[in-house]
């Protein structure tokens, strides 16, 4: 039996849960992608590894119904969302009619794994972007167990994620809901836990990094990352951080996210949800700054969960286009090309064999963020005192 080639791979583990001998196993390959291997001595050839893979079969799909902007009328929740807090109220909904909520949490080691919330405060690890692949399959069989149970579930995820979900049960279920993003990519996690290496003092835990892609705190809404570092709390933008301008560059993504075929208005999913980057063109009713999520409703069910907490939110319609403009989202024919790295292969090889630092000063030090470097380290040697001098100096003069 053979699987799909490697570079369509996601990754979403449905194959290895489905297969009746377990003769799926995942190893890393070279960029660090967890990527599945059938034990050959093992397989009984019955096919089942390729009917749930998500890159050969393509579930059922849905037509986006209609498209929202959101803003979660709850302000401390919304202040510990990445956008606009919308994950935050459909869990309690689910909670609330004693169901289980999935979703993409750290673990000790700050490797991205899915697991099960069955309260708030079991999902509130949950919030908040985590920019790296994560493991989905382990959840897919526990899953399946609850829904026989008839316990209502929650399952948010990365599109080929629910895909290998919804291809692994065979069937569909009325008492669960999907929730996919508006993806752009998930980073190696080898390139994530190199890039860790660089910011953990020594003798340090995983654990106390408190790292946070899409910080609030220090200026609102925006791409800032905090983590505690060496001396004190370290604070730095999509530009200026070495990860995250990777990601932002899409120099890290597994290779299936540049010919992902997820990434258009036939949703697997019953909701869809996103940042609305450039909101402030289109809608001008909400606090900006404090982050707005765009939603696609995909599904009947999906509408009917939406509208269930609506009175929570402060929800406007809008348009699929206006939210597809800033987002990894294609409609219509037009597909969206991502261009892949010429040294891509290079990058991979010195994070492996050299470590994360030489391969940022060789490929990473481009002159967008060396002026932005060089920007900021000014500021840093500025005392405080001078800054409010200049800055007056600076207002008169305007």
């Not at 050839?45 to 009917?51: A, F, Q, S, Y």
């Not at 080929?160 to 049960?169: F, I, K, M, T």
């Not at 500025?382 to 008169?396: E, G, H, M, T, Y």
Request: charge should be positive; include cysteine; glycine fraction near 8%.
């Amino acid at each position: 039996m053979m699987l799909v080639d490697a570079s369509r791979c996601t990754g979403c583990g449905a194959c290895a849960k489905a297969c009746p001998k377990q003769a799926i196993v995942f190893q890393d390959d070279h960029e660090g992608f967890p990527t599945p291997v059938i034990l050959q001595d093992q397989c009984v050839e019955c096919g089942l590894c390729n009917k749930v893979c998500p890159a050969i079969n393509m579930p059922q799909t849905h037509e986006i119904q209609q498209a929202y902007a959101v803003q979660l009328l709850d302000k401390e929740a919304l202040k510990d969302s990445t956008s606009g807090g919308v994950f935050t109220v459909l869990s309690r909904e689910i909670f609330r009619r004693g169901g289980v909520v999935y979703g993409c949490v750290w673990d000790e080691n700050y490797n991205a794994v899915i697991r099960c919330a069955h309260n708030e405060e079991e999902m509130k690890p949950m919030r908040g972007s985590k920019y790296v692949w994560s493991w989905a399959g382990d959840t897919y069989p526990e899953i399946k167990q609850q829904l026989e149970a008839g316990q209502t579930v929650m399952f948010t995820g990365l599109p080929c994620q629910v895909a290998g979900l919804r291809n692994y049960l065979r069937r569909d279920y009325e008492n669960l809901f999907t929730l996919d993003f508006l993806c752009s990519g998930t980073p190696s996690p080898m390139a994530f836990q190199k890039y860790l290496d660089t910011i953990c003092k020594p003798g340090m835990k995983r654990s106390e990094l408190n790292l946070k892609f899409r910080d609030k705190n220090p200026y609102g809404l925006g791409v800032h990352i905090t983590y505690k570092g060496r001396k004190a709390k370290k604070t730095s933008d999509h530009i200026s951080n070495p990860y995250y301008y990777s990601f932002y560059t899409r120099l890290v993504d597994r290779n299936s996210c540049f010919q992902c075929p997820y990434g258009t208005e036939q949703r697997v999913a019953d909701l869809t949800m996103g940042d609305y980057w450039g909101v402030a063109k289109f809608h001008t009713e909400f606090d900006i700054n404090s982050g707005v999520s765009a939603i696609l409703i995909n599904s009947e069910r999906g509408n009917v969960l939406l509208q269930t907490v609506s009175e929570q939110l402060q929800i406007v319609p809008t348009r699929a286009a206006d939210i597809a403009a800033g987002n990894n989202l294609s409609l219509g024919n037009k597909r969206k090309t991502i261009k892949v790295a010429p040294f891509r292969e290079q990058f991979f090889q010195t994070v492996k064999t050299k470590g994360w630092k030489a391969a940022e000063y060789r490929y990473l030090l481009t002159k967008p963020r060396v002026k932005v470097i060089i920007k900021d380290g000014i500021k840093r040697m500025i005392p405080s005192n001078v800054k409010v001098i200049l800055k007056k100096v600076l207002k008169r003069k305007g």
